[in-house]
C-alpha cells in the first residue's frame, strides 16, 4: 500500500501541463464530440455514400491510423512532447479539410479524410500521456492523466450535445459542424504547441539503461484488449440487448449512454485518488474483477421480466462504469510507472495500439456473441475479464529500476 494522495484543483491543473494546455484539451475534445458521432452521418447524408460503404471507410481509418504509433513512439522518445500532441490534433485538421473538399459519392477521398481523422485520435492518447509523464510524476500523475480523461469526457459530452441539436439544420448544419470541428482543433494545436513541453532523452537513457531496460509488458498489452471492451459496451452492447432483445425503449440507451459519462466526469479523479492507497497493478486488477462482476450482473439483469429488465441492467450499468472508471485511472498510469523515461513513448505507443486493437475488434466480437444470447455475451466477457484481472495481479515485474523517484514510483506500481 502507498499513502492517499490529495490533489488540489490548482496542482492538478499544473501537473497536467498547465491551463493553457487544460483549455487546448477541452477545445481539443468539444471538437471532437462535434463531429466523430456523426461522422457516419456526414459520409451518408453529405456525401450521399452507402451505409456499408460509409462505415467500412471509417473501420480502415481507424485500424490503418494504428500502424503510426510505433513512429509516434520514437518520435516522443526523441523528446518531442508537446509537439506531438499538437501534431495529432492538426492532422485531424488536414482530415476535416478533405472530408470538407470530398465531392458527392467520392468514397475514396472521405476514406482518406477518415484515415487522417484515425491517425490524430491514435496519436493523441500516447502524446497526452507522455506530456502528463513529463511534467508530473508519482500519484501526482496518475491523478492528473485522470483529470485529462475527465476533462476530454466534458467536452466529448458537451460538442454531441451541440451536435444533437444542430442536426435539425440537414447537410448545412453537418457541413458547419465540421467547419466549427477544424478550427477547434487548430486552435487546440496552437495552444498546446505553446506549451512548448520537451525533454532532453540523452541525460536520463543512460541512467535508466543502467537500472534495467523496458518491461516486456505481454501480459498487461494482451489483458487491456479484453478490459477496453469495457468502453464499448454502454455504445454497443447495451443499446444492441435493450432494443433487439428486451425490446425496450430507446430512452434507456441514451440514458445508460448520458450516466455513464456524467459519472466519468465527476468520479475520474476522486476514485483514482481514493485508489492510490493500493498498487496500481492490484487496481487494475480490482477493475476487472468490478467489470466482470457487471458483467455477470448484466445476465442476471436480462433474465428478469415483467419490465424490470431494462431498470436492472441500467442499474448495472453504473457498476460497469465503476470498473471503467478504475480501469482508466490505473492501466495508462502503470505503464507510465513501469517504462523507463527514455522509453516511455514507445511504451505508451504499444499501449495504445492494444487498445485500438480492443476497440477495433469489440464491436464485431460482440454483436457475434449477442447473436447466440445473452449467457454467450456476458459469459463470455466476465470469463475473458476475470483471467485477464488474474493474469494482471500475478505477472512478475521484468527489469524493473530501483532509483530516484523512480523507485518511488514503481513502488506504487
Do not use: K
Request: aromatic content about 6%.
Amino acid at each position: 500500500m502507498t499513502a492517499t494522495t490529495s490533489i488540489q484543483p490548482r496542482a492538478l491543473v499544473r501537473a497536467s501541463g498547465g491551463p493553457r494546455y487544460a483549455v487546448a484539451l477541452a477545445v481539443d475534445a468539444l471538437g471532437t464530440g462535434l463531429l466523430r458521432p456523426f461522422l457516419l452521418l456526414y459520409g451518408v447524408t453529405v456525401l450521399r455514400l452507402s451505409a456499408s460503404a460509409t462505415g467500412i471507410a471509417m473501420t480502415v481509418g481507424v485500424v490503418v491510423g494504428l500502424v503510426c504509433m510505433p513512429a509516434v513512439g520514437r518520435w516522443l522518445d526523441r523528446g518531442a512532447r508537446s509537439t506531438v500532441v499538437a501534431a495529432s490534433m492538426l492532422v485531424r485538421v488536414l482530415g476535416v479539410a478533405l472530408l470538407l473538399a470530398t465531392p458527392a459519392r467520392h468514397v475514396w477521398l472521405f476514406a482518406t479524410a477518415a484515415l487522417f481523422l484515425g491517425i490524430g485520435n491514435q496519436a493523441w492518447p500516447a502524446a497526452h500521456a507522455a506530456l502528463v509523464a513529463t511534467v508530473a510524476h508519482g500519484r501526482e500523475r496518475d491523478a492528473a492523466l485522470a483529470g485529462g480523461r475527465a476533462l476530454r469526457n466534458a467536452g466529448l459530452g458537451a460538442g454531441a450535445l451541440l451536435a444533437t441539436a444542430c442536426l435539425a439544420g440537414g447537410t448545412t448544419a453537418l457541413r458547419a459542424l465540421a467547419v466549427v470541428t477544424g478550427l477547434a482543433y487548430l486552435a487546440a494545436a496552437t495552444l498546446a504547441w505553446s506549451v512548448h513541453v520537451q525533454t532532453c532523452p540523452a541525460a536520463t537513457a543512460a541512467r535508466d539503461r543502467a537500472d534495467g531496460g523496458a518491461p516486456r509488458m505481454r501480459v498487461l498489452l494482451a489483458a487491456n484488449v479484453v478490459y477496453v471492451f469495457c468502453l464499448n459496451v454502454p455504445e454497443i452492447a447495451l443499446p444492441l440487448v435493450l432494443v433487439t432483445q428486451l425490446h425496450a425503449s430507446p430512452a434507456w440507451s441514451a440514458a445508460i449512454f448520458v450516466a455513464n459519462t456524467v459519472l466519468v466526469v465527476t468520479l475520474q479523479v476522486p476514485v483514482t485518488v481514493l485508489m492510490s492507497r493500493f498498487s496500481r497493478r492490484t487496481v487494475l486488477a480490482l477493475a476487472g474483477v468490478v467489470l466482470a462482476a457487471s458483467y455477470l450482473g448484466f445476465l442476471a439483469a436480462t433474465s428478469l421480466r415483467h419490465g424490470w429488465s431494462a431498470p436492472a441492467v441500467a442499474a448495472v450499468s453504473v457498476v460497469c462504469t465503476i470498473g471503467e472508471i478504475i480501469y482508466a485511472g490505473s492501466a495508462t498510469a502503470l505503464v507510465t510507472a513501469l517504462a523507463p523515461a527514455h522509453v516511455v513513448g514507445r511504451a505508451l505507443a504499444r499501449f495504445q495500439l492494444s487498445t485500438g486493437l480492443g476497440l477495433a475488434v469489440s464491436p464485431a466480437v460482440i454483436t457475434a456473441l449477442a447473436a447466440h444470447g445473452e449467457a454467450a455475451l456476458w459469459g463470455s466477457l466476465a470469463a475473458a475479464t476475470l483471467l485477464c484481472a488474474f493474469a494482471v495481479a500475478s505477472e512478475q515485474h521484468q527489469g524493473t529500476r530501483l532509483g530516484g523517484c523512480h523507485r518511488r514510483a514503481r513502488a506504487g506500481s
